[in-house]
């Protein structure tokens, strides 16, 4: 019996988050106006299996595979947007599920640090694969579960706002997205990503 977790398509993979999966990746890395398909599932072993059939019936590239006993996370992607989604129906035909049997994304927590002093900056500079986060800018971070949402949120934001990608956790048990930017351009991207996150229908979490 498998959990479909996440199931999300990326229409067109921003530069920021392109060269991010290619920084974090071992696969196939995408690279930016690729579209991109990101699935999680548990028991994570399935994923396995997943994979296989979406190569072996469709034209896409694996850019991530994360197998973790919990959780299975996979990520396909190809200039070819039709060869996406199809690696998708496929996928969602061999575990007999439809795209609303994902689960809808939930947000754990959505927090705006504004004017960070720059040891705070150095901390999150420490732990982050992406850009630099600076003094007196300001800090977006959001928690989502499941987790594979997070990077969805990640190129909507890139889309809607002129900011910095610090950090994207798309697998475990939550998502993580740390953003660095202007405040009035990060409150643009808190708007964006809220309004995307919500908009996702799947069946609904307890809290």
Known sequence: MIDLRTFTHIDVLQPQLASFIATISQGYLPVEGQASLY??????????????VALKHTDVRPGMQVVERAFGVLELHSHDHGAVHDAGRVILERLELKITDRMKPRI???????????????????????????????????????AGYALLAANEAEKAAGIHLLEARGFGAFGRLYLGGPEAEIHEAVRAVHACLEAIDGRPQEK
Not at 123 to 136: A, P, S, T, Y
């Open 39 to 52: 699935i999680e599932i548990a028991p994570g072993i399935a994923i396995n299996r997943l994979t296989d």
């Open 108 to 146: 754990e927590s959505s927090e705006v640090i504004t004017g960070v002093d720059q040891y705070q900056a150095m901390l999150i500079n420490r732990m982050r694969h992406g850009q630099m986060l600076l003094k007196g800018e300001s800090l977006f971070i959001l928690e989502t579960h499941p």
